[in-house]
């Protein structure tokens, strides 16, 4: 045991006289405290002042350390060591990392894919001669003898709107 | 921990069977199409309700018509390409709005549109490809078409000619002759009529 550790357990000890002669104001406050056994008042109220004075989380920015004893800066928590109180308590004014994102706004989350990735299934039209699934159209003569049958896609559609059209 | 935000994933949603010419979506086994939004704003000026199905494929055919007559395979001039290349570009547009195929058959002068694949099944499918075949040809040659569904369910067709001819085939098509009949009997009948028939 080191002397600061000593001379620590000295002082909890004294501190912990000083609770217990006055138990029956704690238990005024903490009713439970009056039906308890006096080794778990001492239990429960060491354990407490330990928890007191552990370093807060790093994470957790609104933590306040508690007030250093200026006897023994070994035992100053992390968080007290870390900057000054004012600081502690700007952070704890929104209960997170200073540095963090901000939260997603919602449109981030219903924004639908570009529309790019909506029609890359279909193939661009200039690439239509290169489909090689397209068959190759079907041109059939056939019936009565066609003297000089069109050759030309015009032609043909011009002398079919002829047919017929004397009568 | 919370789940990280993900977008649509559009993957699958559009099968486009260029082959065939139709378009599936996901989850569902009717045949989708892709019509522009001018089509279907013009479905307004339909007179009736029977008749806005034609509306629509007429419109829609002249979309298309005008499309090819500006395209790549008839640049220049589109009424001298060949059959072949005005079909190989029909085809592929009439695949990326999931219209199926069309071919052509000549009899004499008498001409045959045949389709593939189409969309919609009968009775609203002969009316949907005789109205689209006409705007296609229409918007294409820049003059009214005429056009007449002479085909039964599993031969779709569409005969192209003039309005007398269209007539006269409509009476054959009444007692109950086929595509075939229809075309090789107007061939004969009008040998000598108009131009070079």
Redesign the interface.
Known sequence: MTPQTAERKRKLDALLGRIRSNRERIGATWPAAAQAAPADIDSAITEKLYEFRRPAPATIAGAVPAAPAPSQPAARPAMDRAGPQKAAYEAAEVFRPADSAPP?LPT??????PPA??V????P??R??G?P????????????V?????????????????????? | MLNAPRGFDPGGFLTFDLARGTIRTAGSDSPALVVPATVVAGLATAPTSGEALGVLARALGESIGTALRKGPATSGDPLGASPEAFLTHLNGLLAVHGLGRLSIETFGDVLLVRAKETPLGEPAGATFLESLAAGILGAFLGEEVRCLSVGDAGKPAVLVASAGAIDLAAGWKRTGATAEEIAARLCRETRGDGGAA
């Open positions: 997603p981030t989350v219903v924004t639908p894919a990735a909506v890359r299934e279909a193939p039209a200039s239509f001669e489909l699934p397209l068959q190759a159209p079907v041109i059939r003569v056939a019936g009565a066609v003297p000089e049958p069109p050759r030309t896609i015009g032609g043909i559609l011009r002398a079919a709107l002829r047919v017929g059209a004397s009568r």
